[in-house]
């Protein structure tokens, strides 16, 4: 769309493009012929087709005699400021569709008003069809179809809630199943330029054989604590059948069973499940119960708070101290901020310097992410810094911090807590709200996409404390129940499944009254002081022998006398009642810190710890403890300093050792 405005010999010629530039030069003859004068439209304006959400941009041609002022009109009724020689429409809604665009163009020998071009706007796809769940025989294939309405549709099959490759129209047919596809769930997502809409998730069952895949694991807990024995088996249309010593347990016919309250008399009872279906039946092995007296004992108070990074590059870890004076302190990484005080993107040091807060602030929590940190402040502020990639520090953008900012939330806040790239906070209300990457469904609001400003989670009240993984998070209630959400390919969420969750799902604990959340593995303490564990095993971080390292997808009673307990991508730590540190998993740089780099898989004591408070788990390979005396202990790898010991090389050490001349209880 072009068209010229021609004027006289020596005067300036303005020739107007339809995408609204303007040229001006400079001519010593007539603008290439033509006529001069009043305005005139040579290129009409087009009618205009977009989506809800998106805008519109209206353009046409026109000649005449320079100066030319443009007035855009919607339905004949002039658009304050719209003076440009196009027009582009603000963000466009349903309501706008059908509406009629055009411009009047003036100069100082007349004017001319252009047709009217219609802006037809496209709302986002609607499923008319959902599909349904599909039962097959194993080595079948199995076929799901939607049906929606919309223009310009695109589709995208999910299956357990992750993208299928190449799965991309209304229909998609399986590859042949295999037993293992039993379960699975699959939806579809169908959007264009408007949005996007999700179907409801629907189930495949194929029938086979049935087969255990996971069976119930032994446990030890503490008298009066409730036992979650789970089994993940295949078959299809399975029925559930669980024995305590041989015998069938009364009404217990689902793929979990729950002991409420563990007596004493259940010590050393074995349970097993049996399932079966039209094709046949398969028996688990017998799972081992170990029932401890222990009474209820409150855990101790923490008066400092230790935590270091996850993040899975040991060269990107920094650690963060919280003294009990409400200062905080840190060192190693600072690629991003990291350090909180001012400077960013400079080398590691293991050098611990103050967190740069606002004066006379007086911090009583402390939470560290992957590459992240937060503060809770004794006033319920909550204060963050670091990297900001996913919107994880919630101040309503993407940059980095390198000083601590101020979180503005609804309500004063009384917990907090950082995954790899997500964020947590308890408001004073008992509600919880979230922020940072939501692909997995670490956020809890159903959603898929960042969010750089705390949002509500609905569903839950009376929370009294929350904790994070890499994608997946814990919310303690104050009733003693667990419900989790987010990532949970390893079982991490302690639902019996593999399967993600994208809002808040009970966990069946009871009784609890702190978490702890590892990068795909959970934690919870009860006042007995017992710890449940469940999630990633792959290292055999969960204690339970070098003969079971398969991933564990219900909470299990793992250690008895523990005050606290920590994890990392491959390794789990314990802080005994009696001051010392255990750990299981992996060990190539000593994070165990018996001395050796020998992995353990049952819980082996790290050597000169003994008045131990809390324990914190880094990365994949460093580990920390905090000493009843103040004192930090620091073990595992080194590359980014996060040790704060300058005597450590950047292979580390597995033995504990201080962070010199540094007090966390002064």
């Keep these: 769309m072009t068209a010229s405005v021609r004027q006289n010999p020596f005067t300036h010629c303005v020739r107007h493009l339809g995408a609204g530039l303007l040229v001006l030069s400079t001519l010593l003859t007539g603008c290439m012929g033509g006529s001069y004068g009043a305005p005139k439209i040579t290129v009409q304006p087009g009618d205009v087709t ?33 003076t440009n020689s196009s027009y582009i429409t603000p963000v466009l809604v349903l309501a706008d569709s ?182 046949g039946t398969a028996t688990s092995a017998a799972a081992t119960l170990s029932v401890a007296a222990r009474a209820a004992v409150a855990l101790p108070a923490l008066p400092a708070y230790v935590d270091t990074a996850r ?58 992410g992957g590459h992240h940190a937060l503060v809770r402040l004794q006033n319920g502020e909550v204060y963050v810094w670091g990297r900001n990639s996913a919107g994880q520090l919630g101040v309503g953008d993407l940059l980095l911090r390198s000083t601590p900012v101020k979180v503005t939330l609804p309500h004063a806040a009384i917990a907090i807590a950082a995954g790899l790239n997500h964020s947590l906070v308890v408001l004073d209300d008992g509600s919880i709200c979230a922020f940072g990457l939501d692909d997995a469904g670490q956020l809890g609001i159903g959603g898929r996409v960042v969010k750089s400003s705390p949002v509500a989670i609905t569903g839950l009240s009376g929370v009294a404390a929350v904790a994070a993984g890499n994608a997946h998070s814990l919310a303690l209630l104050a009733d003693g129940s667990v419900y989790a959400w987010g990532a949970n ?88 009642t009696n001051g010392t540190v255990r750990g299981a998993g992996g060990n190539a740089s000593g994070e165990v810190g018996d001395t050796t780099t020998t992995a353990r898989t049952v819980y082996t004591s790290a050597t000169g710890v003994t008045t131990a408070l809390s324990v914190t788990a880094g990365g994949r390979s460093h580990s920390l403890a905090l000493a009843a005396d103040g004192q930090v202990y620091a073990w595992g790898n080194n590359a980014a300093k996060q040790l704060g010991n300058s005597t450590i090389t950047a292979t580390g050490t597995s033995t504990p050792t201080l962070v010199p001349a540094f007090d966390a209880i002064p």
């Design 311 to 368: 993040a899975p590059q040991a060269g990107e870890s920094f650690t963060v101290v919280l003294k009990s004076n409400g200062t905080v302190w840190s060192w190693g990484y600072n690629g991003e901020g990291q350090r909180g005080n001012g400077t960013a993107a400079t080398e590691a040091t293991d050098t611990p310097t103050p967190v740069t807060l606002p004066a006379a602030a007086v911090a009583v929590e402390l939470a560290v």
């Design 489 to 576: 390919a390893a079982g991490q969420l302690g639902d019996g499944t593999l399967a993600l969750k994208r809002v808040p799902t009970d966990t069946g604990l009871r009784h609890i009254v702190r978490l702890r959340a590892g990068a795909d593995l959970s934690m919870a303490l009860t006042t007995t002081r017992m710890v449940y564990a469940w999630g990633e095993n792959s290292a055999g971080q969960l204690g339970r022998g070098a003969g079971f390292t398969a991933d564990v997808v219900t909470p299990t009673g793992v250690a008895l006398d523990a005050v606290d307990a920590s994890a990392s991508d491959l390794h789990l730590l314990l802080a005994g």
């Design 50 to 82: 977009a989506f809800v959400t998106q805008t519109a941009t209206f353009s046409f041609g026109a000649e005449g005699s320079a100066p030319l002022t443009f007035q855009w009109k919607r339905n004949g009724v002039n658009i304050a400021s719209a």
């Design 98 to 279: 059908g509406a009629k665009f055009s411009v009047t163009v003036s100069n100082g020998s007349g004017s001319v008003t252009s047709s009217e071009a219609t802006l037809t706007v496209q709302g986002p796809p609607a499923i008319t069809t959902q599909p349904v769940p599909v039962s097959v025989n194993v080595g079948a294939t199995a076929t799901f179809t939607v049906t929606a309405t919309g223009d310009a549709l695109s589709y995208q099959w999910l299956k357990d809630d992750v993208s299928i490759s190449g799965a991309t129209s209304a229909s998609y047919t399986t590859a042949a199943t295999v037993a293992g596809d039993d379960g699975a769930s699959y939806s579809v997502a169908v959007a264009n330029g408007a949005g996007a809409v999700f179907s409801a998730p629907v189930l495949l069952s194929v029938a086979s054989v049935p087969a255990i895949v996971n069976g119930p694991v032994s446990q030890v807990v503490a008298e009066g604590e409730s036992v979650l024995f789970g089994v993940q088996a295949t078959g299809g249309a399975l029925t559930y059948v669980w024995k305590r010593n041989g015998v069938a347990v009364p009404l217990a016919t689902g793929r979990r069973y729950v002991l409420a309250a563990a007596a004493l008399a259940d010590d050393t009872a074995t349970y097993t499940v049996t399932v079966t279906n039209g094709l």
